[in-house]
C-alpha cells in the first residue's frame, strides 16, 4: 500500500520559512514526479511545485516561484518544499502527490492525508 506523510506545517509569522516533508513509503518511486499542491479555505486546490526523481527538474507555480524551492532525497524517499518569505494568501492545508497520471500539474494517483501551514499577518 502506497503512503504518503507530510508534516512540517504549523503557524508562521508573514516573512517567516517553513520546510514541509513528505515521506514516501510502499513502493519505490524511483523516476515518479512528486508534487505539492495546496488548498485555501473556499477555494480550489492549487498546484504549487513539482520535482522530477532522476532529472531533478523542478517546476513551480507563479504565485510561489523565487520563495520556495522543491527538492528531495532520493535514499530517504522524501521530498521537501521549503517556503520562504512566507505570506497571508499561503495559508492553506498543503497536499504531497505521486506519479501523476498526465502533467504534473494536474491529477496524481496519490497523495498525502495534508499539512496545514497559517501565515499570521
Known amino acids: 500500500q502506497v503512503q504518503l506523510v507530510e508534516s512540517g506545517g504549523g503557524l508562521v509569522q508573514a516573512g517567516g520559512s517553513l520546510r514541509l516533508s513528505c515521506a514516501a513509503s510502499g513502493r519505490t518511486f524511483n523516476g515518479a514526479v512528486m508534487g505539492w499542491f495546496r488548498q485555501a479555505p473556499g477555494k480550489e486546490r492549487e498546484f504549487v511545485a513539482a520535482i522530477t526523481w532522476r532529472t531533478t527538474a523542478t517546476y513551480y507555480s507563479d504565485s510561489v516561484k523565487g520563495r520556495f524551492t522543491i527538492s528531495r532525497d532520493n535514499a530517504k524517499n522524501t521530498v521537501y518544499l521549503q517556503m520562504n518569505s512566507l505570506k497571508s494568501e499561503d495559508t492553506a492545508v498543503y497536499y504531497c502527490?505521486?506519479?501523476?497520471?498526465?502533467?504534473?500539474?494536474?491529477?496524481?494517483?496519490?497523495w498525502g492525508q495534508g499539512t496545514q501551514v497559517t501565515v499570521s499577518s
Open positions: 502527490a505521486a506519479h501523476p497520471y498526465r502533467d504534473y500539474k494536474g491529477d496524481y494517483a496519490y
